[in-house]
């Protein structure tokens, strides 16, 4: 087709004027060579004169200055080729399993971008119904520590793994050749295809079932030797049954912290919550007789306080009452101890065949008495499992104890090696053995760090960290669970498993993605995992369904009669503990438990759930004893009165902390501190810091270690550990500052904070008798007064939350809330809240977006936020605890008011209301007036008082300061400014991604997709998130229970979160008395206003 | 001319024409600065240096220099702002509202009076800054148009208010102290002989030539201004109370805050006037215009909002009583009793018993005596602040947050390096600025001064014609 049409931008084109023709044939200049340029004369009388050349140069160099304030841009690469299930934005989330010598949990790790940043439990699978603890949920932490070994080291100095590898596997032919001895001390290993590998150690030692020269002891830093002895002698096999709470209508507990530390918190908290239910068709009751104010024993309906060596008491004094009396053992008990014996007595006899008893005690004969308890009751094959027997804490006590002074004497063996157990921190005469050890030719390590026991060793051989390589678990008898790394190996360090493997001459090195100790895993679980069912056809379907789960399917026992050995019972009394007028109990601690995270700035900052006390142990005392003596409060600025203690000639000094609840003529020191006391570098956040940051140092120029060693105390007792002994103390000169996140212990006697009441108030009465609601009087429409509920009284108008769209809300279950402190770590983690060290929290700026409020009950209380007598309440004699005090744990963080006192005073709108209830807090435009703060009235706003990830003072505490450590940090969620006000969100990052979630399926949310840190990782399920107004939501309906309230709710703030009511299991007749029904109003209206 | 009833104490005493008027108000201004000036001045300069210093400290490194916590987001900086502007208080008072009463004794110290009120909201103004977190965002704080996106400020927030209270009272007292100032600058002006002088003080007299046309519209300007200025007197310390009252705080949320903290800035504004002026008027040479006359009119004045003051702390504690409201009643059993009792019993002491002595004519019209409550009363203004902002929130409603405050040497620095730079600007004023507004003082010359007054008209009346000529 012709082109017949002409087109044109413009008349000028179409006309074709010269000024077009021009500008069109000198579009583009023509090329001019540079003479040509030069030597136009007219570019001489160019019009710059100096003038503007200062111009032009002030200009530049204002120009230059002002884009050098500009912060320098950081460009992010995409992937070439994207990762396989890498989503940049995305969490991967893999199951695993959490073991450490000490804890031991089904967990799911969050990875983002191929880094592992959350750790919470496994709801779905395994024997932990989704229960943690702080240091499971803290240990993610511990990948990212610039501490850990790098490589290999011989004498200290770096070297490489071939270089090792070929001077150890010469030192194992050395020993054979000679026929020496060679011991492996680990800590208890319930990893089947980990006795592969030591098996080949076995091997590569010359070892024979006729000529035995490898020997494997197995040493936990707490021991529980004490009930496998004790099952040896009464049932002629030494093992640890399995114990199930949720079946025990009566739980005793003599001194065993089973929801903290004794044997599988992990699985006895949630069996213990589900049986706690006083909507349930019964509910538990719990007697806990204990030294120290545990865990444990703040959650006990009746709590009797003995000495360390009335366990034995309690016990024989039980059998006694229930018709089988000891002869020869004591049953001499306190009144207070003698009368709660006696409602346990009475509750057990009522519960026969669903009671369970159990002791903390390592001491055979105790446990003895405890085994005799529960044939008498009947609890073997309801509560406690002989046939699933658990694997854990195999503590050969006697066995070490052979070793040790075999060492120390110089009768040590030719070779040792020292698999996840550090005995020169956590042994009583651990700095003889350590010395010891040097005289050692050959002497290997695994620990990850250059700590207490390896700086001892020849070779320290790095293993890796958890989260980087593979295991599998055999916990019990029944269950079976695999760990799988979700990370690949951030330092040259290699699977101890390999290791062994490598010297015992069965396999080679396989590097950074090695499948050594992989192989052997899968082969193992093909054999006697595959090949043993029939549901699943094909291996790799298998392999990966398992792997997937990270649990093996649940083995099936048969219960197995035990018969109870008479004869146990003689002689008991001699191998009981002796009483002393002071003794000492040596307890873990939440955070730090034995001490294996004691560099973990998380887990160091982690408030102990009953003195609230942060980077520190110290002695535990009743303020009853200590009035007069010591300093019974302290504060920021004035510390409390030192002692020292001293055991067997061994002493420790530490600040007197006043811990109502602690037995008369008892102490307790927590395990676990101390570390790093010769300088070892176990890590950044393990030693003292000075007020304007620096480590803090002592005389002789040495880093002080935080808290002291409490294992000095350990003894050995008829062959096993001991972890109580007789005591002096003795006061020190001088006062010892400590940082406690909360001060004041009583709630004094205000009843909108805490509630709680009895079962039998719960069961009988109405809701108005125990949980009264608020109400104010208003006039009805004839001029009378009447009362009316607060949710009636508006001072402005309320959101536009209610009936549209969501409303995210929370409820607490102070029922069920234990003050574990996982909730808190959870939010650390998740939250990104910086850490802030000890000097920042005694001043009471820790920055926990949620933190646990402890509240002791008064002598003027009849139960926690009661008053006894409302004419006699003395405010002065509230603010002290009672000697032997009720405890309520109460989470407490942002409460999302719907008529927030916050929001209103800010001046730049920097906190405000969401459509969907939520109280948002903008970083970016907060200008730091704290004004909010002052307002709140729960406290819970967090103010950044300096710059955390860059201050000097927070350089060695602070993970985000660190390059490495700030791989930790959740991208999801910005790191606050200086000068700003930060506080709990409801995890809103998570609430958008479950709200996306659901909007990706085309559905509307529904429970479960949204849910918080906290949420996720309380192991008692006392925290449930949702939609409000989804009126078949969970939240909803536990909102609506009869049990629910609002904290604070006739300051008329409408908040978002409700708690529920405690319920003891217990006789308390002053609060059956005050929580009385109203009645009508016409004839008594005063009475409704009691409650206000 | 205006005749005073003869049985009213003379204003100004002994034989003092306008010339001598002139003479005793331009006399420290032209002559060398006495020594003790410069010690003073000096002294100063070095408390107030440290104070900027430790200023700039806060600034570089966070507000966690000071001593607060997580429960006491407000401690030394507020109470600090509140104090300040209390002080503040007076000078409009004096210069407003007495003047619409027609109070002719304002006049001798309403000039000083007001500088210190200008050098008070100076340093009240600056506390509410330097608290921030982020000092250099504070600009958010007033409603710019900006391109952030619909940001705009929070209108429901108290401290909103302030900020718009505060400058607002600011720049009102300026306009009106400077109004004021035009006429004696341009005596001064009249009588300079050295040049940088003559030409200083001619550019700040705005070319005030005396023209009855000037007079004029200065006096109509004046009063403008002193009816602007008197809703100022009772809306600043009315707003600034609001940052309490609007609150849940127990302690803080009570509606008698704003009469309660009107008198009570008026109060120490009053007795931060004496302490100022006591010094002055003897270093200055001045007692023959501020004397025990007017002395005693001040501690009236003080006695009267030192009444309301403690009145209203005797409220407040029956309210909390009678309200019935747990955490209000526990709010002043805490106050009383609790930790912080010594900080309730020096504001008791200070603020409700010192007041009282007035009564007695004989303490009223000691000059040592008042000097001393002069001091007394501002001690206790500053604990009243403390006590309410620091013991309210320190046990507020969950036992779990209660805490203490212990200040850290910032906190002492900064505050008292805010005196410093007061003294710093009130010592330049004193050497530079005319300190007795001298043409309004020559205007209750013939009616109120001692030697006019109750006198034979011929005799005063010629050698007030022959002063009159003279500038």
Not at chain 1, 13 to 23: D, Q, V
Request: net charge neutral.
């Amino acid at each position: 087709m012709g082109m017949t049409r002409k087109y044109w931008k413009g008349l000028d084109e179409l006309k074709e004027t010269p000024e077009f023709l021009k500008s069109r044939d000198e579009e583009f200049p023509k090329e001019m060579s540079v003479e040509d340029f030069l030597s136009d004369d007219s570019l001489a009388e160019s019009s710059t004169d100096r003038r503007d050349f200062l111009k032009f140069l002030g200009f530049s160099v204002a120009a230059a200055t002002v884009a050098a304030c500009e912060a320098p841009v950081v460009k992010a690469i995409p992937y070439v080729n994207k990762p396989e299930n890498v989503t940049p934005g995305m969490p991967t989330w893999y199951a695993s399993t959490y073991y450490d010598g000490n804890s031991y949990a089904s967990i799911v790790v969050k990875t983002r971008e191929g880094r592992p940043i959350f750790i919470k439990g496994n709801k779905d699978h395994g024997i932990t119904k989704g229960a943690t603890n702080p240091q499971i949920i803290a240990s993610v932490l511990g990948l990212y520590d610039s501490a850990r070994l790098t490589s290999p080291t011989k004498r200290s100095e770096l070297t490489t793994w071939s270089a090792v590898d070929k001077d150890i596997k010469a030192a194992f032919a050395q020993v054979k050749a000679k026929n020496g001895k060679v011991v492996l001390v680990s800590n208890s290993i319930i990893s089947p295809s980990t006795y592969d590998a030591i098996a080949a150690l076995g091997a590569a030692s010359g070892s024979t079932p006729e000529n035995e020269t490898f020997q494997h002891i197995q040493y936990d830093a707490q021991s529980y030797a004490g009930i496998r002895k004790a099952n040896m002698e009464t049932f002629g096999e030494a093992f640890i049954p399995d114990y199930d709470f949720s079946k025990a209508k009566t739980i005793v507990s003599v001194g065993a912290d089973f929801m903290n530390s004794w044997l599988l918190p992990t699985q006895f908290v949630p069996q213990y919550i589900s049986s706690r239910n006083p909507d349930g068709e019964w509910m538990s009751k719990h007697f806990q007789f204990e030294t120290n104010m545990s865990i444990t024993g703040s959650n006990a309906d009746e709590r009797g306080m003995i000495k360390p060596s009335q366990q034995a008491n309690v016990l024989a004094y039980m059998l006694k009452n229930l018709g089988s009396p000891v002869n020869g053992v004591s049953t001499e008990l306190s009144t207070q101890a003698s009368k709660v014996a006696d409602m346990a007595v009475k509750s057990l006899k009522a519960s026969k065949g669903a009671s369970l008893v159990i002791a903390g005690s390592n001491n055979a004969a105790v446990q003895i008495l405890v085994n005799k308890l529960n044939m008498v009751l009947g609890s073997y094959n309801t509560c406690i499992h002989p046939a699933n027997k658990i694997n854990m804490f195999q503590s050969q006590d006697d066995k070490m104890n052979t070793f040790v002074n075999d060492v120390v004497s110089g009768k040590g063996p030719d070779m040792v090696l020292f698999y996840g157990v550090n005995p020169v921190y956590n042994l009583s005469n651990g700095k003889e053995f350590g010395e010891a050890l040097k005289k050692i030719k050959n002497t290997i390590s695994f620990a990850g760090h250059a700590d207490e026991t390896a700086v001892n060793c020849e070779f320290v051989c790095p293993d890796h960290h958890a989260l980087e390589a593979w295991n599998d678990f055999n916990p019990k008898k029944s269950h079976y669970a695999i760990a799988q790394p979700t990370i690949r190996p951030l330092y040259n360090t290699a699977q101890a498993q390999e290791s062994m493997m490598v010297w015992g001459g069965v396999a080679s090195r396989g590097g950074k993605d090695s499948k050594v100790f992989y192989d052997v895993i899968a082969k193992n679980w093909d054999t006697y995992g595959f090949q043993t069912q029939a549901e699943i056809a094909d291996l790799a379907t298998y392999w990966g369904l398992k792997v997937h789960n990270s649990v093996g399917e649940e083995v099936s026992l048969e219960p197995v009669a035990v018969t109870f050995n008479a004869a146990a019972l003689s002689g008991l009394s001699e191998k009981l503990p002796k009483t002393s007028t002071l003794e000492v109990e040596m307890y873990q601690k939440a955070g730090l438990g034995v001490g294996d995270q004691a560099n973990n700035p998380w887990l160091q900052e982690l408030p102990d759930p009953i003195t609230k006390v942060t980077w520190d142990n110290y002695i535990t005392m009743n303020p009853v004893e200590m009035a007069g003596k010591y300093a019974t409060t302290f504060d920021q600025e004035h510390g409390l009165n030192l002692a020292t203690i001293t055991v067997n000639g061994k002493s420790i000094k530490l600040p007197v902390y006043p811990t109502p609840g602690q037995t008369p003529g008892t102490v307790g020191v927590a395990l676990g501190y101390g570390r790093g006391a010769n300088q070892e570098k176990i890590g950044r956040a393990a030693f003292q810091t000075k007020e304007y940051g620096g480590y803090a140092e002592d005389e002789n120029g040495k880093l002080m270690p935080i808290g002291a060693n409490a294992f000095a105390f350990v003894g050995s007792e008829n062959g096993t550990m001991s972890y109580s002994a007789p005591a002096s103390i003795k006061q020190e000169e001088g006062m010892y500052i400590i940082a406690a996140t909360q001060i004041h212990h009583t709630v004094m006697g205000r009843h909108s904070i805490v509630r709680e009441t009895t079962l039998e108030t719960y069961k009988n009465k109405d809701k108005e008798a125990y949980n009264p609601s608020y109400t104010l009087q208003k006039l009805d429409e004839n001029g009378h007064h009447v009362e009316a509920p607060m949710s009636e009284f508006d001072l402005w108008d309320a959101h536009p939350v209610e009936k549209i769209g969501h409303r995210w809300a929370m409820t607490i279950d102070l029922n069920s809330c234990i003050g574990c402190g996982s909730c808190l770590i959870a939010c650390q983690s998740e939250n990104n809240v910086p850490v802030v060290g000890k000097d920042e929290v005694r001043r009471g700026r820790e920055m926990h977006w949620i933190r646990i409020d402890r509240y002791f009950s008064s002598d003027e209380e009849a139960a926690i936020g009661t008053r006894k007598d409302k004419d006699t309440f003395s405010f002065d004699k509230a603010e002290i605890a009672a000697e032997n005090p009720k405890v309520i744990h109460m989470p407490m963080m942002c409460q999302h008011c719907n008529h927030a006192p916050c929001e209103t005073v800010c001046p730049v709108a920097a906190t405000t209301h969401s459509n969907e209830g939520l109280n948002q807090m903008t970083y970016n435009r907060c200008i730091g007036t704290r004004y909010c703060a002052n307002n709140c009235p729960y406290k819970v706003r967090r103010f950044n008082w300096f710059n955390y990830p860059s201050y000097k003072k927070f350089t060695d505490i602070n993970p985000a300061q660190d390059d490495i450590g700030r791989m930790v940090l959740n991208p999801d969620v910005t790191i606050r400014t200086r000068g700003v006000m930060e506080k709990c969100s409801f995890c809103v990052q998570k609430i958008q991604a479950g709200k996306l979630e659901a909007k990706k399926e085309d559905r509307p949310v529904k429970d479960g997709d949204v849910t918080t840190a906290c949420a996720d990782a309380c192991p008692a399920n006392a925290i449930i998130v949702g939609d409000w107004n989804d009126l078949k939501s969970i939240v909803r309906t536990s909102s609506d229970d009869k049990r629910s309230y609002q904290a604070l709710e006739e300051v008329g703030v409408k908040p978002n979160v409700w708690y529920k009511t405690k319920v003891r299991n217990e006789d308390n007749k002053e609060l059956a008395h005050l929580q009385v029904e109203p009645v009508a109003h016409s004839n008594g209206g005063h009475e409704v206003k009691a409650h206000h | 001319m205006h005749k005073e009833a003869a049985i009213r104490e003379p204003l100004i005493l002994g034989h003092k024409s306008f010339h001598d008027v002139t003479e005793d108000v331009c006399r420290p201004i032209e002559d060398k600065a006495p020594k003790m000036w410069y010690v003073l001045f000096g002294i100063a300069a070095i408390i107030g240096l440290y104070g900027v210093g430790c200023i700039l400290y806060l600034l570089g490194t966070g507000v966690g220099v000071w001593g607060l916590n997580k429960t006491i987001g407000w401690a030394w900086d507020i109470t600090n702002f509140v104090w300040w502007v209390g002080i503040g208080h007076a000078g409009t008072l004096i210069s407003a509202v007495l003047l619409l009463f027609r109070q002719k004794w304002r006049m001798a110290i309403n000039r000083s009076a007001e500088a210190m009120t200008i050098f008070a909201v100076f340093m009240a103004g600056l506390f509410p800054l330097i608290h921030m977190g982020r000092l250099w965002l504070g600009y958010w704080v007033l409603p710019l148009p900006n391109q952030f996106g619909s940001l705009w400020v929070n209108f429901n927030s108290p401290l909103l208010w302030d900020v718009f209270a505060i400058s607002t009272y600011l720049s009102v007292s300026l306009v009106f102290w400077y109004i004021g100032l035009i006429p004696d600058f341009a005596t001064i002006r009249d009588r300079a002989k050295k040049p940088v002088a003559k030409k200083m003080y001619s550019i700040l007299a705005f070319g005030w030539s005396g023209r009855a046309k000037q007079w004029n519209r200065f006096e109509l300007v004046s009063l403008v201004l002193a009816g602007l200025a008197t809703p100022l007197v009772f809306s600043v310390h009315s707003i600034v109370s609001f940052d309490f009252a609007t609150s849940v705080i127990p302690g803080w949320h009570t509606t008698i805050f704003p009469p309660y903290f009107v008198a009570g800035a008026v109060f120490s504004g009053f007795a931060m006037v004496q302490t100022l002026m006591l010094v002055m008027r003897k270093a200055m040479g001045l007692e023959a215009y501020i004397h025990t006359k007017h002395v005693e009119y001040m501690n009236i004045v003080i006695m009267v909002t030192g009444s309301i003051v403690g009145t209203a702390y005797i409220t407040e504690l029956f309210i909390s009583w009678y309200s019935g409201v747990e955490y209000e009643a526990y709010a002043f059993i805490n106050r009383a009793t609790g930790p912080y009792w010594w900080a309730y019993a020096s504001m008791m002491t200070c603020n409700v018993v010192s007041p009282q002595l007035m009564w007695f004519k004989k303490l009223r019209t000691s000059l040592v005596f008042t000097f001393i409550i002069s001091i007394v009363v501002n001690i206790g203004m500053w604990f009243e602040r403390y006590v309410i902002i620091v013991t309210s929130l320190h046990r507020d409603y969950l036992p779990s947050s209660w805490s203490m405050h212990y200040p850290s040497h910032i906190d002492i620095g900064v505050y008292v390096g805010t005196i410093g730079l007061f003294f710093v600007f009130f010592l330049l004023f004193a050497r530079f600025f005319p300190v007795l507004a001298l043409n309004e003082i020559k205007t209750i010359l013939k009616s109120s001064g001692e030697s006019y007054k109750n006198a034979p008209d011929t005799h005063h009346g010629h050698s007030a014609n022959e002063n009159n000529n003279e500038h």
